[in-house]
């Protein structure tokens, strides 16, 4: 399973960026970020269908998960200094079509991650 992850970059605290994440099939899916000195953390899960979706309290109204098919994206709107991590796309197989994982020890593959970096 390859995840090809794209879109990072370096903005200013209030601006959007889009990060997209392609697998080689359906999987239920998530990203994640971790930044320097801290641990993984959950950012948002989308099940198969696309029809379910979570996301963690800190980006709740700002960040949007969406799906076309086998390829995820993360719509993040009015980013702040401490979104800047490396964000990682997970997927796995799901036996229900609206099933959410949030662990990431749920998740078997991963992308290579992308720096999002938002300056204040």
């Known amino acids: 399973v390859q995840l090809q992850a794209s879109g990072g970059g370096l903005v200013q605290a209030g601006d959007s960026l889009r990060l997209s994440c392609r697998a080689s099939?359906?999987?239920?899916m998530a990203w994640f970020r971790q930044a320097p000195g801290k641990e993984r953390e959950f950012v948002a899960t989308?099940?198969?269908?696309?029809?379910n979706r979570k996301g963690a309290d800190s980006v709740k109204g700002r960040f949007t998960i969406s799906r076309d098919r086998s390829t995820m994206y993360l719509e993040m709107t009015t980013l702040k200094p401490e979104d800047t991590a490396v964000y990682y796309c997970?997927?796995?197989?799901?036996?229900?079509?609206?099933?959410?994982?949030?662990?990431?020890?749920?998740?078997?593959?991963w992308g290579q991650g992308t720096q999002v970096t938002v300056s204040s």
């Open positions: 989308i099940s198969r269908s696309g029809r």
């Open positions: 997970a997927a796995d197989s799901a036996s229900r079509w609206d099933e959410i994982k949030r662990e990431y020890t749920q998740y078997r593959y």
């Open positions: 099939n359906d999987y239920a």
